[in-house]
């Protein structure tokens, strides 16, 4: 199975560059999904399994031809743990095993997975090893989104090393939380990479000011972009038949674009 990510080749540079939107935290208002599946553009939407909506929220993307990831809950730094279903480091690997196919199962029409929170877990290789098996073992097809709250993060080595494709995300467009300000620049930085290098991937949240924000800038943008969904930009470079280096997407060191 082919794993990782491309560079746009010098024919396809001509055309326009590609923006990946990542929602994530879906699964605790049925609401802002709603407002979010009415975003401008081809998108994907992270949804937290056993929240008070997810299931509801699946069905509602799946109706609509949505494309839907398991957001994974994993333990991040401080050992902050939100969620009951969060994998940690205190589990065994069967425990593990377990609590990601019950995650999947929940949730039967996802494409994909990536981690919410995470920046303890996705720097534990001996843990990341049996979550991406288990994920492989579900369904080859899918894949993993590293959506890297850490730059120590090994999600993405193993979800190669298991056979998955992996890709990395390259801007947290509302990292300060509902702060429209800092967002719009984000924004900003995420249309400069895709000019960059030929593609960005962007997460963001369904705070109220991201909404806002999201609607007016997508539909700016619509003429000299490109918006695909994650499998969207994983076909396209399949049929495209160019080579996949295993490390492309450059994180900013900084802790502006970073998040637990």
Request: a negative charge; zero cysteines; glycine letters at 6%.
């Given at each position: 199975?082919?794993?990782?990510?491309?560079?746009?080749?010098?024919a396809?540079?001509?055309?326009?560059?590609?923006?990946?939107l990542?929602?994530?935290?879906?699964?605790?208002?049925?609401?802002?999904?709603?407002q979010?599946?009415?975003?401008?553009?081809r998108?994907?939407?992270a949804?937290?399994?056993?929240?008070?909506?997810?299931?509801?929220?699946?069905?509602?993307?799946s109706?609509?031809?949505?494309?839907?990831?398991l957001?994974?809950?994993?333990?991040?730094?401080?050992?902050l743990?939100?969620?009951?279903?969060?994998?940690?480091?205190?589990m065994?690997?069967?425990?593990?095993?377990?609590?990601?196919?019950?995650?999947?199962?929940?949730?039967?029409?996802?494409?994909g997975?990536?981690?919410?929170?995470?920046?303890?877990?996705?720097?534990?290789?001996y843990?990341?090893?049996?979550?991406?098996e288990?994920?492989h073992?579900?369904?080859?097809?899918?894949?993993?989104?590293?959506?890297?709250?850490?730059?120590?993060?090994?999600a993405?080595q193993?979800?190669?090393?298991?056979?998955?494709s992996?890709?990395?995300?390259?801007?947290f467009?509302?990292?300060?939380?509902?702060?429209?300000?800092?967002?719009?620049?984000?924004?900003?930085?995420?249309?400069?990479?895709a000019?960059?290098?030929?593609?960005?991937?962007?997460?963001?949240?369904?705070?109220?000011?991201?909404?806002?924000?999201?609607?007016?800038?997508?539909?700016?943008?619509?003429?000299?972009?490109?918006?695909?969904?994650?499998s969207?930009?994983?076909?396209?470079?399949?049929?495209?038949?160019?080579p996949?280096p295993?490390?492309?997407?450059?994180?900013?060191?900084?802790?502006?674009?970073s998040?637990?």
């Open positions: 199975m082919l794993s990782g990510l491309i560079l746009l080749s010098t396809a540079s001509a055309e326009k560059p590609v923006l990946a990542v929602i994530d935290d879906l699964g605790y208002s049925y609401d802002q999904a709603r979010v599946f009415e975003l401008p553009g998108h994907t939407y949804i937290i399994p056993a929240t008070t909506y997810s299931r509801k929220i699946a069905h509602l993307a109706e609509q031809g949505h494309e839907i990831m957001h994974m809950p994993m333990q991040s730094s401080g050992d743990i939100i969620e009951s279903t969060a994998l940690h480091d205190g065994t690997e069967q425990e593990i095993t377990r609590g990601v196919e019950q995650m999947i199962s929940e949730l039967p029409n996802i494409r997975v990536n981690n919410h929170m995470g920046s303890k877990l996705t720097e534990i290789g843990i990341m090893r049996p979550i991406m288990t994920i073992k579900h369904n080859d097809g899918y894949y993993f989104l590293d959506s890297r709250t850490t730059a120590q993060s090994q993405y193993h979800a190669l090393r298991a056979g998955l992996s890709i990395k995300r390259d801007v467009l509302d990292f300060q939380g509902d702060d429209a300000e800092v967002t719009a620049e984000q924004f900003e930085l995420w249309l400069k990479k000019r960059d290098k030929g593609y960005a991937i962007a997460i963001a949240h369904p705070y109220h000011g991201t909404i806002e924000l999201l609607k007016e800038k997508l539909a700016e943008v619509a003429d000299d972009f490109r918006f695909m969904t994650i969207d930009l994983i076909q396209y470079q399949q049929q495209e038949s160019l996949w295993r490390y492309l997407s450059h994180l900013h060191q900084d802790s502006k674009n998040k637990q």
